[in-house]
């Protein structure tokens, strides 16, 4: 596509797929079209950078729709000077709207061919207030501080005490959890050092984070 093409293919992508689905925040929309999302995309998909699709990236993982990524970006509320943690880096895309918004990122990715493809590809988009590190979300992150805001992104079975503990006093943390056909968002915030408050804001599917704990079906 043409830099004209793309421009266009971008707005639609705002304005048919995006803004539907409840995301109105302006800031939220001007940093999509800011944010070259293509820049993020396998080369092998470029023509498919702004469908409402999910993106592969190899090794089994992908992109999330745009619309997702958005709504989970407007929903978390971030702060310029919130410290936040993403699971799942894959493209980098999220990691480079989250450190557009906050004061910086730790984003933990489990696979690390695709740690450094977005590293570099962060770096190649201005992008320096994230680090990417080759880690396992699904495990305790040893000797961290708390964060402001935490994005897991892609769905769990359920949402792991570990992670929650990160949380500091105001914090957010958001992803999609549940079983198919009818996953959810779930959306935490810590009131106090042992109190939660607990949403469910809307109803969504995404791929399985690797590594998490799946839920049980055994019945007696």
Known sequence: MNLSDVAHARFNMIE?????????DADVLSLLADVHREAFVPAAHQALAFADMEIPLGHGQCMLAPRLEARMLQDLQIQPED????????SGFMA????RQGR?????????ELAATASLKLRQAGV??????VADGAKPLAGSDRFDAIVLSG????VPQHLLDLLA?????????GEEPIMQAHLFTRVNDTDLRHTTPWDANA???QGFAQASHFRF
Do not use: F
């Not at 048919?16 to 109105?24: K, Y």
């Not at 480079?96 to 450190?99: D, E, G, T, V």
């Open 207 to 209: 791929p399985r984070l």
């Open 83 to 90: 410290k936040i943690l993403e699971i799942g880096t894959g």
């Open 155 to 158: 769905s769990v079975a359920k």
């Open 16 to 24: 048919q797929q995006i803004r539907p689905w409840n995301v109105l």
């Open 128 to 133: 320096l207030n994230v680090e990417v590190r």
């Open 169 to 177: 006093v105001g914090g957010r943390l958001i992803t999609i959890a």
């Open 104 to 112: 910086s990122v730790l984003s933990l990715e489990c696979i690390p």
């Open 96 to 99: 480079a709207l989250l450190a």
